[in-house]
Structure formats: C-alpha cells, structure tokens
C-alpha cells in the first residue's frame, strides 16, 4: 500500500521535525541571556527563592542535561508546571485548546467553502468585473493584519450596526454546555441543547471571519491562478475536442487537477490562522490558547511558553500530514508513486 | 454542394487583434475531405496548420480577438456560425488526436473514468457497466494486450505508445465522420511513431473515417495520405494527389520541403528550408484535384 | 525558471495599472516616512506630550485622523509609524534575506549533508507559524524594539533559504552552469556569479512582498504587546490601544489599521507586479 508507506515517512518525519523544534525552543529558551528563573520571578524575588526554583526546574545543570530532563518529561506528555497557573502545561492547554480550534476549524471551513468557489468564479469571467473584484478582494484581505479585520468588523457589526455579539464565546445568561469535547459546537449539539447551539455558533461568526478573511483571499487568489493555468493544459482541450459538457470540464475534469496546489497552499493557511487566532481572540475577548499564551510570555513562564510553541507545531506538522495525504489522494502520480506499469 | 464531403474549407481568413493590430495568420485557404478520404495538410510550424484544425473544431472562433472569415463547414455544419451545432458535434461527428497522447490525458481520472466521458459526450446512454465494455472492446480493436487493467490505469502509468493507442480508441468510439489528427505521435520515438500511423491507418480504414493529418514531415505523409495540401505561411501553395506531389513536386517550397526531409525517418525532424521569395509563388493545383464547387483546372 | 529580461518586464509592469497603484502607494508611503519631520502638522507629537487642549477630538480640518486621548494628532503618529515600520522591515530584511540566500546557495550547490544540515533546519523553522515563533522569543526577551526586530529577524531568513535552494536546485541542470564548471570555474564563482545573478528577479520580487509581511508581522507583535512600546509612534501599538476606546473614538484605532492597509497592501501589490513581469516563480 504506497498510500499507507507515504503516511507512515510523513509521520515519521513530522516527529523528527517536532523534535526538532523542541530542540530550537529549548536552545531558545536556556540559551538567551539571562536567568531564567530570575527573569520569571521578577527583581523583587530573593536570591533564595531564584536559587530554588532553578534547583526545582534543573536549571543549574548543564543545558545537555536539562534538555535529557525535558525530553523525559516530554515522553511522559508532561510538558513541566506553569509558573503562573501552577498547574501542568498539559492541563492549561488542554483547557483553553478547544475555543481556539473550534474558532480556527469553523474560520478554516469559511477559507474553504468561500475562498475556493470565489476562486473558480474569478477564473470562470476572467479580466471582467466579477474577476477583478475578486483580485482586489483577494489582494485587500491577503494584505490585512487579522486583527485590523477583526477591529473593523467588530466597529461595523458589533457596534454601529448592532447585529453580532461584541465579544465572548456565550452571553453570560447562557451556561457552557456539559464539557465533553471543549468544542461549544459540539457539546451543544451531543446535550440536546439547540438554543447554546444556536447561540454559539452567533458569537463564531465575526470572529471566524476575520480569522479567515486573509486565508478566504489567499485561497481564492491560487484557486484563481490554479484554474487558469489548468484551463490552458491540453488534457482540457482534448477534453473539448471530444465534446465533454464545459459544466462537467468545469466541476470535474479541471477542476480536479487544479484542486491540487490550492489544497497544498491549505495547510500553509491554516498555520497562518494559527498564529492569527492569537490577535483575534485578543480583540474578542476569546479564552483560548491566546490569552494564555500572551500571558504566559508576559509572566516569562517558561515551561509554559515552550509547551504552548510545542502544541502549536504539533497541529501546524499534524494540518501538513492531513493535506498531505488529500493531495495524494486526487494526485494518483504521489499516491502510486512516479513508477510506470506497464499495462 | 455534393454531401459525400465532410470537410469543407473555403477562402477561410484567421485574425488575431491584439491592440489595434491585427495579425493574419490565414491568408484565405481553401480545402476539402471527402467521406472516408485520407487528405494531409503540410507545413512547418507556424504555417496555420494546427489552427485549422482548431478552426475545424469551433473551438478557436469561440476565443477573444480571433477574427474568421470565410467557411468551414464540418460535415453540413457551418463551424463559425453555428456554434451550438458544431459544439455538439465534437466527438461524436468530429474528434481529434493529439500531438503528444500523454498530456493529452487528464492526469488525474483512470483511462477508464475519462472513457466513459468519451463515450457519454458522444450521446450514448450507457450504464457504467455497458460503458466500461464498450471501452474494453475499444481498446482491445486497438491491439492493447490487457484492457481492462489499461482503464484501471493513468495515463503516467502507460507508455507514450500504449497513451496513443488509448487516444485512438477513444477519438473512434463514437464513430465520427471525420478526424483530425495534429502531428500524432510527433512527441513519441520513430518506431513507436510509425507503429501510430499504421495502427490508425488501420483503424480509419475499418471504421471508413474521414482522416485531415496535419504534419510538418512529407515523407511520414507520403504512405498515409491519398491527398496532399502544401500550406505556407498562412497560403495553400500546392494540392495534389499524393503520387503526384510525390513524382513532380510544382511548388519551389513543396521541393524545398522534400529536399529537407530526411531519406530516413530516423533523425526525427527535418531541417525545415531556408525562406526564399519564390515560396511566395502562387498556389498550384495538379490535375483533377480542384475544390468542388469551383472550374477545376 | 524562465525569468525576463528587465527591459520586457518593465515594459511588461508599466502595462499594468495595478502594478502602478501598487509602485504609487509604496512611493507615498516611502515618501511620506522619509518627510515626516517637514510634512506632519505636528511632528512633536512622536513623543509622549500632547495638547491637552485638544483631547480625543474626531476628525477635523485642524486633525485630519483626530487625536489621541493625550491630545496627540493621529495623523502625525500614523506618518511617523510608517517611518518606524520601513525601517524595522529594511532592517530585518537587510540581515535575514542573504543570511537566507547563502545558505540557500549552499545547500543547494553543494549538496551531501551541507544541504541536509541546511533543510533540515529549515524544516524546523518553518514548522512553526512564524508570528508564534517570533512570540516565544519575545518571551524569553524583553519587549523592546530592538528585540522584536531580532525575533523577526531569525524567523523570517528559512523562507529565502528554501526559495534560492529550489531555484538552484532548477538552475543547476541549466546548460551555462554546467558550461562554466566544464571550463573549471570555482565553486564560489559558480555561485556567486553564475546562478545568483539568475536568482535575482525571484528574490527581488519576495523582497518586496517581504517589505509588507514584515511590517505586517511587527505590526502584530505590538498590537500584543510583544514589540514596539509606548510612546514610540507604531501602528501595531495604536491599533491595540485605540481598540480599547471603540466605538467612541473609533478613529483611534481604525486609521492606524487602514494604514497598515495601505502600506502592506502598496508593497503587495508592487510585488505581484514585479512577479507577473519577471514572470518569476516565488
């Protein structure tokens, strides 16, 4: 099965690179000037205190052997204890991951369900009005900070013209449902409850879309290009000269090999939100991983900062691996490796 | 007009406007294909040979800033004019072969999936089942040892051969009356090349297609053709039976392009001539080979 | 690769309006940083003291962008934010852009475990979503400009590493290089002299996609507190502080936002000019 053989090197080197990046973040962490255990307590904290926590944490050992300490804990899924929460990184994360990738998967599938589609119709009329305003659109959106689109449309939607909540994940008369998932969405959904649902999903809108904005633009910009490009080959002219319906070219037989390098170009995206869901969040006033994460780096906790980096590019390598194996699904050349048989 | 004739074109002009430009690129060309006939249109690259064909096609009308005057009348239909028409015709009246089969193949369908297409475009309701035997048998006419594993296939997974063979099957399935076939095989080997021409002089002969073959090579026309149309730089220059052109070539380009073939297939292309005024000559036509519906000479 | 000549692609670029928009923003934006000591109404705004006379007024003749809730006048920070902004994007790509080529020529041209050392490395950085990655550092850094340049700096030199290391992966096959090492040319020469020159228009065209995403990271940073502090002028900064008075002062938060727009927007869109012209793939 070359499919399974491909999953399993990508898996493979995904871990390799995780490892690496814990490597990187470490280095980073230890090897930037200053005591780490200084720099978290503050100037005000005694020399004694300093003096214990780097005996707790290890810190007075050779950066070699700290670094055996953090891959032990590492393989254990301890992540160490945050200065801050004094609780397990493990926990912490675990308790504020889920309102981020429930606000950066709905904001994905908008970069989907709108970007491609706008993509196609750019293509579908291009150099007319519809192109040209999906370019700029594309372009604009491409060229904004997430969080200058989140300030906008939440002084637009929020407050000149009322429609969307200003921010949160529930009003506070709502109750959160049962936690099982930590996904509202779900949760909702799983406790028969249609209205917290219903309410969620209201509070996910503007902030999933300026999350997704820039994405929406970058998706439908390579969609565009993609298609275009794809037009021009002569499988599709052959595909004309054989008399194939222009709705079935269209939606199948270019559309297909076209879907290819957007779907690539998806998991870049999806990084970018990532890392954009923490300016969102900041604008409305989402408890997820970026509250933590800024106010961990604030408090210089360190533990928690290099677990937080870990647990994102743990998702950004696990988004990669997930489009891999979909390119290699419609690009039958990776899934069956380049080898000829010969018929 | 006498309907044994699948192919008529008559004083056909081709513009493209670029700006306030407008470069001709046919210069008012004139030819025809009768039922069943083989006919060959001759000429280097760049000398409007693949445009007819797309002309012939309607697909090139259809494109920004091409400019057409003149007929093109695919089988009774008239290409320009009805577009509609002519779009329902392809591949079931009309159909092509392309230059290099490989590419000509989406990518990413089994041979098999795009078969199907084939056979659907060409106005044939047939369950999937029906479709993949049909295709089979195809592909079997077309001498491929093992067809239903070549539907399984892509096109990457078959040789460049085996891919035009594929092309073949599928450009005959629906019985056209005419094919256009645009340098087939010229991507390909000699060998696998020559193999090309005899399986689809094979086929045309069984299926009694009409057949215009656009080559830039006389000698690879030379058995396959029963008549030849020397094109010019957008200009007809010669048109003859193919033993005449053969015995007595008129034209100083149709000598010129013969001088420059290779004696042996072997070298791939041909030297094509250095330009000369005299290849501006005017068109000669040989002997009981004028276009219908004109005073033939 | 197949880049074009320059005479092509200007002839090319200057065919495109949007490509001139794009060239028009940069040169007002570019323009109006270099003079903001001359073209501001209020160059002492920059610093900390405003006129209190004039606090958290809208839009007017007198203020164009208003003011700040310390008096300052909006649009004079915004001037002086584009001037931090190019300078810190020019420096961080000043450093990140050949430290980035001359690995990716290394890797590329020498091959063996050169190159294996090299990607590997870029893998891991790439592997983190830069914004995250420049955060973490400036986590274990205090949050100074200087700092958040440097933060930027180290994340931002993978990206030319992996461009310039497929172009030489590409260019490599290309008949004038293998022309030159059959006539002995040294490695160094092949390099430097040989593919570098053909990487150019690629790398020129990041460069200037660059310009935007720098400024459009830093600017990110701020706005979480991570990089430029008050009272320096910085767009970043002033949108996250204006966004506390919305809507009241709306005008605090949103023309620094729409000037991020257009300068990011202006480097974009020059950039896109300049690779349709070149036809360069980036």
């Given at each position: 099965?070359?499919?399974?053989?491909?999953?399993?090197r990508?898996?493979?080197?995904?871990?390799?690179?995780?490892?690496?990046?814990?490597?990187?973040i470490?280095?980073?962490?230890?090897?930037?000037?200053?005591?780490?255990?200084?720099?978290?307590?503050?100037?005000?904290?005694?020399?004694?205190q300093?003096?214990?926590?780097?005996?707790?944490?290890?810190?007075?050992?050779?950066?070699?052997?700290?670094?055996?300490?953090?891959?032990?804990?590492l393989?254990?899924?301890?992540?160490?204890?945050?200065?801050?929460?004094?609780?397990?990184?493990?926990?912490?994360?675990?308790?504020?991951?889920?309102?981020?990738l429930?606000?950066?998967?709905?904001a994905?599938?908008?970069?989907i369900?709108?970007?491609?589609?706008?993509?196609?119709?750019?293509?579908?009329?291009?150099?007319?009005?519809?192109?040209?305003?999906?370019?700029l659109?594309?372009?604009?959106?491409?060229?904004?900070?997430?969080?200058?689109?989140?300030?906008i449309?939440?002084?637009?939607?929020?407050y000149?013209?009322?429609?969307?909540?200003?921010?949160?994940?529930?009003?506070?008369?709502?109750?959160?449902?049962?936690?099982?998932?930590?996904?509202?969405?779900?949760?909702?959904?799983?406790?028969?409850?249609?209205?917290?649902?219903?309410?969620?999903a209201?509070?996910?809108?503007?902030?999933?879309l300026?999350?997704?904005?820039?994405?929406?633009?970058q998706?439908?910009?390579?969609?565009?290009?993609?298609?275009?490009?794809?037009?021009?080959?002569?499988?599709?002219?052959?595909s004309?000269?054989?008399?194939?319906?222009?709705?079935?070219?269209?939606?199948?037989?270019?559309?297909?090999?076209?879907?290819?390098?957007?779907?690539?170009?998806?998991?870049?995206?999806?990084?970018?939100?990532?890392?954009?869901?923490?300016?969102?969040?900041?604008?409305?006033?989402?408890?997820?991983?970026?509250?933590?994460?800024?106010?961990?780096?604030?408090?210089?906790?360190?533990?928690?900062?290099?677990?937080?980096?870990?647990?994102?590019?743990?998702m950004?390598?696990?988004?990669?691996?997930?489009?891999?194996?979909?390119?290699?699904?419609?690009?039958?050349?990776?899934?069956?490796?380049?080898?000829?048989?010969?018929? | 007009?006498?309907d044994?004739?699948?192919?008529?074109?008559?004083?056909?002009?081709?513009?493209?406007?670029?700006?306030?430009?407008?470069?001709?690129?046919?210069?008012?060309?004139?030819l025809?294909?009768?039922?069943?006939?083989?006919?060959a249109?001759?000429?280097?690259?760049?000398?409007?040979?693949?445009?007819?064909?797309?002309?012939?096609?309607?697909?090139?009308?259809?494109?920004?800033?091409?400019?057409?005057?003149?007929?093109?009348?695919?089988?009774?239909?008239e290409?320009?004019r009805?577009?509609?028409?002519?779009?329902?015709?392809?591949?079931?009246?009309?159909?092509?072969i392309?230059q290099?089969?490989?590419?000509?193949?989406?990518?990413?369908?089994?041979?098999?999936?795009?078969?199907?297409?084939?056979?659907?475009?060409?106005?044939?309701?047939?369950?999937?089942?029906?479709?993949?035997?049909?295709?089979?048998?195809?592909?079997?006419?077309?001498?491929?040892?093992?067809?239903?594993?070549?539907?399984?296939?892509?096109p990457?997974?078959?040789?460049?051969?085996m891919?035009?063979?594929?092309?073949?099957?599928?450009?005959?399935?629906?019985?056209p009356?005419?094919?256009?076939?645009d340098?087939?095989?010229?991507?390909?080997?000699?060998?696998?090349?020559?193999?090309?021409l005899?399986?689809?002089?094979?086929?045309?002969?069984?299926?009694?297609?009409?057949?215009?073959?656009?080559?830039?090579?006389?000698?690879?026309?030379?058995?396959?053709?029963?008549?030849?149309?020397?094109?010019?730089?957008?200009?007809i220059?010669?048109?003859?039976?193919?033993?005449?052109?053969?015995?007595?070539?008129?034209?100083?380009?149709?000598?010129?392009?013969?001088?420059?073939?290779?004696?042996?297939?072997?070298?791939g292309?041909?030297?094509?001539?250095?330009?000369?005024?005299?290849?501006?000559?005017?068109l000669?036509v040989?002997?009981?080979?004028?276009?219908?519906?004109?005073?033939?000479? | 690769?197949?880049?074009?000549?320059?005479?092509?692609a200007?002839?090319?670029?200057?065919?495109?309006?949007?490509?001139?928009?794009?060239l028009?923003?940069?040169?007002?934006?570019?323009g109006?940083?270099?003079?903001?000591?001359?073209i501001?109404?209020?160059?002492?705004?920059?610093?900390?003291?405003?006129?209190?006379?004039?606090?958290n007024?809208?839009?007017?003749?007198?203020?164009?962008?208003?003011?700040?809730?310390?008096?300052?006048?909006?649009?004079?920070?915004?001037?002086?934010?584009?001037?931090l902004?190019?300078?810190?994007?020019?420096?961080?790509?000043a450093?990140?852009m050949?430290?980035?080529?001359?690995?990716?020529?290394?890797?590329?041209?020498?091959?063996?475990?050169?190159?294996?050392?090299?990607?590997?490395?870029?893998?891991?950085?790439?592997?983190?979503?830069?914004?995250?990655?420049?955060?973490?550092?400036?986590?274990?850094?205090?949050?100074?400009?200087?700092?958040?340049?440097?933060?930027?700096?180290v994340?931002?030199?993978?990206?030319?590493?992996?461009?310039?290391?497929?172009?030489?992966?590409?260019?490599?096959?290309?008949?004038?290089?293998?022309?030159?090492e059959?006539?002995?040319?040294?490695?160094?020469?092949?390099?430097?002299?040989?593919?570098?020159?053909?990487?150019?228009?690629?790398?020129?065209?990041?460069?200037?996609?660059?310009?935007?995403?720098?400024?459009?990271?830093v600017?990110?940073?701020s706005?979480?507190?991570?990089?430029?502090?008050?009272?320096?002028?910085?767009?970043?900064?002033?949108?996250?502080?204006?966004?506390?008075?919305?809507?009241?002062?709306?005008?605090?938060?949103?023309?620094?936002?729409?000037?991020i727009?257009?300068?990011?927007?202006?480097?974009?869109?020059?950039?896109?000019?300049?690779?349709?012209?070149?036809?360069?793939?980036?």
């Amino acid at each position: 099965m070359p499919i399974l053989r491909l999953l399993l090197r990508r898996l493979g080197v995904s871990v390799l690179v995780l490892f690496g990046v814990s490597l990187l973040i470490f280095c980073v962490a230890r090897v930037v000037p200053g005591d780490p255990a200084r720099i978290a307590l503050g100037p005000n904290a005694t020399q004694e205190q300093v003096d214990a926590l780097r005996a707790e944490r290890h810190l007075d050992e050779p950066i070699a052997v700290q670094y055996l300490y953090f891959l032990r804990d590492l393989a254990h899924g301890d992540l160490g204890t945050s200065l801050y929460t004094k609780r397990p990184v493990t926990t912490d994360i675990a308790s504020y991951l889920p309102a981020t990738l429930e606000l950066v998967l709905v904001a994905g599938l908008m970069m989907i369900v709108l970007g491609i589609p706008l993509g196609i119709l750019s293509a579908r009329f291009k150099g007319r009005w519809m192109d040209h305003l999906a370019r700029l659109l594309a372009v604009t959106t491409v060229c904004t900070p997430a969080f200058v689109w989140a300030v906008i449309l939440q002084l637009l939607l929020a407050y000149l013209w009322p429609v969307f909540p200003l921010e949160g994940r529930l009003p506070t008369d709502v109750a959160p449902p049962p936690g099982i998932t930590g996904f509202y969405l779900i949760d909702s959904l799983l406790a028969g409850e249609p209205r917290t649902f219903a309410v969620t999903a209201y509070h996910l809108v503007l902030p999933s879309l300026a999350l997704a904005l820039s994405g929406i633009g970058q998706t439908a910009r390579l969609t565009r290009s993609s298609m275009i490009e794809t037009y021009r080959r002569p499988y599709i002219e052959m595909s004309r000269a054989y008399g194939f319906a222009e709705r079935r070219i269209a939606r199948r037989y270019a559309f297909r090999p076209a879907l290819i390098p957007t779907l690539t170009i998806l998991g870049l995206d999806f990084a970018a939100m990532l890392a954009n869901a923490f300016l969102v969040e900041r604008v409305f006033g989402w408890s997820g991983l970026s509250r933590y994460g800024v106010e961990v780096i604030l408090r210089k906790d360190l533990d928690a900062i290099v677990g937080t980096v870990m647990v994102i590019a743990g998702m950004f390598l696990l988004t990669n691996l997930i489009v891999d194996v979909l390119v290699s699904v419609i690009n039958p050349r990776i899934r069956l490796g380049e080898g000829r048989a010969k018929a | 007009m006498p309907d044994d004739i699948v192919l008529r074109i008559a004083d056909l002009r081709l513009g493209f406007r670029r700006g306030r430009h407008i470069a001709e690129v046919l210069h008012g060309i004139s030819l025809h294909v009768r039922r069943g006939e083989k006919v060959a249109l001759v000429g280097e690259s760049g000398s409007g040979k693949s445009v007819t064909a797309r002309l012939a096609l309607g697909r090139l009308q259809q494109e920004k800033g091409t400019i057409v005057s003149g007929a093109v009348e695919v089988a009774g239909i008239e290409a320009t004019r009805e577009p509609a028409r002519i779009a329902a015709a392809r591949g079931r009246l009309v159909s092509m072969i392309f230059q290099d089969p490989t590419s000509a193949l989406n990518p990413v369908f089994r041979i098999g999936e795009v078969f199907e297409e084939v056979l659907r475009a060409g106005g044939q309701r047939l369950t999937r089942q029906a479709a993949r035997e049909r295709a089979a048998k195809a592909l079997a006419e077309v001498h491929i040892p093992d067809p239903e594993r070549c539907l399984d296939s892509y096109p990457f997974q078959l040789s460049g051969g085996m891919n035009q063979r594929v092309m073949i099957a599928m450009a005959l399935a629906n019985e056209p009356a005419l094919l256009l076939a645009d340098e087939p095989g010229t991507a390909l080997d000699v060998t696998v090349q020559a193999q090309t021409l005899r399986l689809m002089d094979e086929m045309t002969e069984r299926h009694g297609t009409a057949v215009l073959f656009i080559s830039h090579n006389l000698s690879v026309v030379r058995e396959f053709a029963d008549r030849v149309y020397v094109i010019y730089r957008g200009h007809i220059v010669e048109h003859g039976r193919t033993a005449q052109i053969f015995a007595e070539p008129r034209h100083p380009y149709t000598r010129a392009l013969m001088q420059a073939a290779p004696k042996l297939v072997a070298a791939g292309l041909p030297d094509l001539p250095e330009t000369s005024p005299a290849f501006r000559d005017p068109l000669v036509v040989h002997e009981g080979c004028g276009e219908p519906g004109e005073v033939t000479a | 690769m197949s880049t074009r000549p320059s005479s092509v692609a200007w002839t090319e670029f200057r065919s495109n309006p949007i490509s001139l928009l794009g060239l028009g923003l940069v040169i007002l934006c570019v323009g109006a940083a270099l003079l903001a000591d001359w073209i501001t109404p209020y160059p002492t705004h920059v610093g900390p003291i405003g006129d209190f006379t004039a606090i958290n007024q809208g839009p007017s003749a007198a203020h164009w962008f208003g003011t700040d809730t310390i008096g300052r006048d909006v649009l004079t920070r915004i001037v002086f934010g584009f001037r931090l902004s190019l300078v810190m994007a020019a420096l961080v790509l000043a450093i990140s852009m050949p430290v980035g080529v001359i690995l990716g020529l290394l890797a590329g041209y020498i091959g063996g475990w050169v190159e294996f050392l090299i990607m590997r490395l870029t893998d891991i950085f790439l592997a983190i979503p830069p914004l995250v990655l420049a955060m973490a550092i400036m986590g274990f850094l205090p949050a100074t400009l200087t700092n958040a340049m440097l933060a930027v700096t180290v994340m931002w030199w993978p990206w030319y590493t992996r461009l310039v290391y497929n172009l030489v992966r590409s260019e490599a096959r290309e008949g004038y290089v293998l022309a030159a090492e059959v006539i002995g040319a040294s490695a160094p020469h092949v390099m430097f002299r040989e593919i570098l020159p053909n990487c150019a228009p690629a790398v020129l065209t990041k460069l200037t996609l660059d310009v935007g995403f720098v400024v459009l990271m830093v600017s990110s940073l701020s706005f979480l507190g991570l990089g430029v502090q008050p009272p320096t002028p910085d767009l970043g900064s002033m949108v996250a502080d204006g966004a506390k008075y919305m809507p009241d002062a709306w005008w605090l938060s949103v023309f620094p936002a729409l000037a991020i727009l257009v300068l990011v927007l202006g480097f974009n869109l020059l950039g896109d000019g300049l690779r349709e012209a070149f036809d360069a793939e980036v």
